[in-house]
């Protein structure tokens, strides 16, 4: 059975750092991609940032360049979204997700949900002003 379950949210204030963890079972880690979404209240979800094992190739949303990093421990099947400098419109509810995203098209499909197709149960992160 596959499964994803993300840990590391909770309540942070401005200017200041998290780490979120994604621990994968039941497939096989390089097969996929592994990708952070984010959900705020009355808003679509969107990426934010993408793990490729197969090349170790990453992306990220425009809005979260420099201040987030992602990145992995195979040997754990775990995959890390470092968050520095947050702000408030980085609170959201955080899922991730794999997904068996051809790699020569993630570049352009990387943060489309619908390419995804396994998905963890969140982790809520709020940043207070």
């Known amino acids: 059975e596959v499964q994803l379950v993300e840990s590391g949210g909770g309540l942070v204030r401005v200017g200041g750092s998290l780490r979120l963890s994604c621990a994968a079972s039941g497939f096989t880690f390089d097969d996929y991609a592994i990708g952070w979404f984010r959900q705020a209240p009355g808003k679509e979800r969107e990426g934010v940032s993408c793990?490729?094992?197969?090349?170790?190739?990453?992306y990220y949303a425009d809005s979260v360049k420099g201040r987030f990093t992602i990145s992995s421990d195979t040997a754990k099947n775990t995959v890390y979204l470092q968050m520095n400098n947050l702000k408030p419109e980085d609170t959201a509810h955080y899922y991730c997700a794999a997904g068996g995203v051809p790699r020569e098209a993630l570049n352009l499909l990387w943060n489309s949900p619908w390419e995804y197709n396994y998905w963890g149960q969140g982790t809520y992160v709020t940043v207070s002003s």
């Open positions: 793990f490729s094992s197969s090349d170790g190739s990453t």
